[in-house]
């Protein structure tokens, strides 16, 4: 069955179930703190699959998923079609283009960019290979994460679309680059739990053991990404070696976007701008851009408009608290940025922006200077202080309660003019 699928190791690494959730099982947690035995790997990959289980079997009864790829009516169709004419804005609108596409954005959105540069013919994808990838890269995000899902995956592959399009990259890219690129934003966080990597640790969860405690979440994330290029086989007319070093590098991308290592990259990029030496000559600056580009378009949130800035902080932080509130209900300790009782939104994004986003859109303006980084750069300015704002008025009424924030005047951005 297509829900139980393994992928037989072919580069040297341990494969990984496709799609297998990484459910977490508070029976086994309480059993773990009570005795020091571990859950035996059998044990362990057959609570990996359980969402996989609850989705075929609510195929087999015939209640289909809630968020399954149907056709949509012409006029829903006309808008979303719309929309993808202006896929180069800065300005353009997951949410509403999610809305448009019946929970498709993702599907839509990386087959109209690959069909854009030209990628299905340099390539020679077979198109029903290519549809059934995106549908089960589309599935296998899970629906019910506040923040970690599908529309967040075509959020980062839009934003990802529109650094492609600077002139400096846009020159320089090769086919081969562009499609990694892509790629790696359409499946950078698949398979996400809704979770992050402390709490996998602690709780002493299969994946954590399987990774060693070391970049857990985007191991996963990877490994599963391959998993579903062999099932499909999109890319099985290459040679091998060609393949191997898609899914390498392809790898060396996600594993990027690992926060924990933000400053490792930082650094290395920030040394060839102060160096000068940065040549888009060279294969290795290019992946080094390009896992620079997917690192700002993962985080790129507060560098939109404050309409959609704040939607996606809201969806972040609603993720944080909910995890929050399962450490509490089982007595762990709760991870930072996740008590509701002692966290707000405003204080979160005001960090966030600080200590992560302003030093990395920064480097990115000081290699790309143009219309569209100090655009980003502006919108991230206001931003924070539109939640400085909030923070002081929550601290002047004594509430913690969010509230209501004019969006910051657009009239002071430089406006880029990306559309594709």
Not at 122 to 139: A, G, T, W, Y
Not at 349 to 370: K, M, N, S, Y
Not at 372 to 393: D, E, F, P, Y
Request: contains cysteine.
């Amino acid at each position: 069955m297509l829900g139980d699928v393994r992928v037989r190791s072919r580069t040297g690494f341990e494969p990984e179930r496709r799609g297998s959730h990484p459910y977490i099982d508070f029976r086994i947690l309480h059993s773990l703190s009570e005795t020091e035995g571990s859950v035996s790997a059998r044990n362990a990959r057959r609570l990996l699959s359980f969402q996989r289980y609850l989705r075929s079997s609510r195929f087999f009864r015939g209640n289909s998923p809630q968020n399954s790829y149907c056709v949509l009516d012409d006029d829903y169709n006309g808008q979303a079609k719309c929309m993808l004419e202006k896929v180069g804005s800065w300005n353009f609108d997951i949410f509403l283009f999610d809305r448009l596409t019946n929970g498709n954005s993702l599907i839509k959105l990386v087959f109209h960019v690959f069909n854009t540069y030209g990628l299905i013919e340099h390539f020679r994808l077979d198109m029903i290979k290519l549809h059934r990838f995106l549908v089960l890269i589309q599935e296998d995000y899970h629906s019910q994460n506040p923040y970690h899902n599908a529309v967040h995956a075509a959020d980062v592959t839009q934003a990802m679309h529109c650094f492609l399009q600077e002139s400096k990259l846009a020159r320089s890219m090769t086919q081969w680059d562009v499609l990694l690129g892509l790629l790696a934003a359409a499946t950078h966080d698949l398979d996400h739990p809704g979770v992050n990597q402390p709490f996998l640790i602690k709780t002493k969860h299969y994946l954590a053991t399987l990774y060693k405690n070391t970049s857990v979440l985007e191991n996963h994330h990877w490994r599963s990404a391959v998993g579903i290029l062999r099932e499909t086989g999109l890319f099985s007319h290459l040679g091998t070696t060609q393949r191997q070093e898609m899914e390498r590098q392809l790898g060396s991308l996600i594993l990027a976007t690992d926060i924990s290592r933000q400053n490792e990259y930082l650094s290395q990029f920030r040394e060839h701008l102060d160096n000068e030496d940065l040549s888009l000559e060279n294969s290795a600056h290019r992946h080094l851009v390009l896992q620079m580009a997917l690192k700002c378009a993962d985080v790129c949130n507060p560098c939109r408009t404050w309409e959609l800035s704040k939607q996606w902080s809201e969806k972040i932080t609603e993720e944080f608290f909910h995890q929050g509130d399962i450490e509490r209900k089982h007595k762990l300790a709760i991870s930072p940025l996740c008590d509701r009782d002692r966290e707000n939104i405003a204080s979160i994004q005001i960090g966030f922006i600080t200590f992560l986003v302003e030093p990395l859109f920064v480097e990115w303006a000081r290699f790309a200077d143009t219309r569209l980084s100090q655009t980003m750069l502006c919108h991230l300015g206001l931003n924070k202080a539109s939640w400085k704002g909030v923070l002081q008025g929550q601290l002047d009424s004594g509430s913690e309660t969010d509230t209501v924030v004019e969006e910051p005047d657009s009239q002071c951005l430089p406006q880029e003019s990306h559309k594709v």
